[in-house]
C-alpha cells in the first residue's frame, strides 16, 4: 500500500453499477464529491448495453461529466477485443493452444470479441473440447436483459429475430402487427435498453432505417424462446412484406430470402416456386453453385414442375 501525505491510500472498486438503485446513485454523488481530499480512488464500471434504465443511464453520464470538468475523473470506454487478442488468451490454455488458430476463428466469430462471452466460451471449451453450444452463463445473462422490456417490445425482437441479424423498419412494422406509433415506441425502449442498434453506414437510397442486433447470441436466444407457432406465423407475415416490397421489381433479387421464409412458415408450395425464381435469378448471374442449389431444394419441396427444373439442373452441371 502506498502512502500519500503520512495517510495509506485505496482504491474502492464498485462493479456492474447499471443496477445500481437510487439510494445506491445518490451515495455514489456523494462519495464522488467528497473524496477528492482524501487518497482513495473511486472506480465505477458499467455496460450501456445493458443501462435499460434511462434515468440511470443519465445519472451516470451527469457524475462523469461533473467529475471530469473538476478535474478529478477520467472516463475510459472499454471497446471489444480484436482477433489477436482472443488468440493470445486461447493460446495461453494449455489443451486448446495446438488448435489455437482454428478455435479462434471460430471463438471471435461466436462472441464477436466480448469478453465476458470469450471467457465462458473458453472455460467451457477446456472442459469439453468441440462443444460450442451457447453456455448457460451466457444463456442466463442474455435472458436477463430480455426480462427489461415489456410485451410489446418483445413481439417487435421476436419479429426481428424472425427476419435476421440485421433488420429494416418497414419489414418489421409490416410483419409485427403493430401500429407506427408501438413499432417507433418499442424501437426506442430496445435502443435504449442496447438490444439493438441503428445502422447508419450504408444506408439504402430509398432511405430505408435499418438495425442490427447487438450480439448474434441474443438474436439466437430470442428466435429460439418463440415458440414454434409463432415462429412459423412471423416467417409468413415476413415472406408477404418483403414479396410485397419486391412487387414490380425487374428482377427477383428478393426470392431467395422470401423462399426461405415461406418454407419456415410450412408453405412449402410457395416456398417452392420462389426457390425455382431464386435459382434462375441466380443462374443468370453466373453463380452456379447457389442455383443448384435453389433448383434442388424447390423439386424437394414438390415443385410441379419436376421437368423444367431436371433440366435446368442439368444445364447448370454441364
Not at 472455460?123 to 444463456?139: E, F, K, V
Request: aromatic share 6%; charged share 25%; proline share 2%.
Amino acid at each position: 500500500c502506498h502512502l500519500l501525505h503520512g495517510e495509506s491510500c485505496g482504491v474502492l472498486f464498485l462493479d456492474d453499477v447499471h443496477w445500481a438503485d437510487d439510494a445506491s446513485l445518490d451515495l455514489l454523488a456523494y462519495l464522488a464529491r467528497r473524496l477528492n481530499e482524501l487518497p482513495i480512488m473511486l472506480i465505477l464500471s458499467w455496460t450501456d448495453e445493458t443501462t435499460g434504465n434511462a434515468d440511470i443511464a443519465g445519472r451516470l453520464r451527469r457524475l462523469v461529466a461533473e467529475a471530469q470538468r473538476a478535474g478529478t475523473g477520467r472516463f475510459l470506454g472499454l471497446t471489444r477485443w480484436r482477433p489477436s487478442d482472443v488468440l493470445a488468451l486461447v493460446a495461453s490454455y494449455e489443451n486448446l493452444c495446438p488448435q489455437a488458430t482454428e478455435i479462434t476463428d471460430r471463438l471471435y466469430r461466436e462472441t464477436e470479441g466480448l469478453p465476458h462471452f470469450v471467457v465462458e466460451y473458453l472455460a467451457m471449451l477446456d472442459q469439453t473440447p468441440d462443444m460450442w453450444a451457447m453456455p448457460q452463463s451466457i444463456r442466463d445473462l442474455l435472458a436477463g436483459r430480455l426480462t427489461q422490456i415489456d410485451s410489446a417490445g418483445l413481439q417487435l425482437l421476436q419479429t426481428a429475430a424472425v427476419i435476421g441479424r440485421s433488420f429494416d423498419y418497414n419489414t418489421l412494422l409490416e410483419a409485427s402487427g403493430r401500429s407506427e406509433e408501438e413499432v417507433v415506441g418499442g424501437l426506442e425502449n430496445l435502443l435504449s435498453a442496447g438490444l439493438v442498434r441503428e445502422v447508419t453506414e450504408g444506408s439504402s437510397q430509398t432511405g430505408d432505417l435499418y438495425y442490427d442486433f447487438a450480439h448474434q447470441q441474443l438474436r439466437s436466444l430470442v428466435y429460439e424462446e418463440t415458440n414454434l407457432a409463432r415462429r412459423r406465423l412471423l416467417h409468413r407475415r415476413v415472406a408477404t412484406a418483403m414479396q410485397a416490397r419486391s412487387r414490380g421489381a425487374q428482377d427477383d433479387s428478393l426470392a431467395s430470402r422470401i423462399a426461405g421464409h415461406y418454407h419456415m412458415g410450412g408453405q412449402d408450395d410457395v416456398a417452392a416456386d420462389f426457390y425455382r425464381r431464386a435459382g434462375h435469378r441466380s443462374k443468370a448471374l453466373y453463380a452456379n453453385r447457389e442455383a443448384l442449389d435453389q433448383f434442388q431444394t424447390a423439386l424437394a419441396l414438390g415443385h410441379p414442375e419436376a421437368l423444367s427444373l431436371h433440366e435446368a439442373i442439368g444445364d447448370l452441371h454441364t
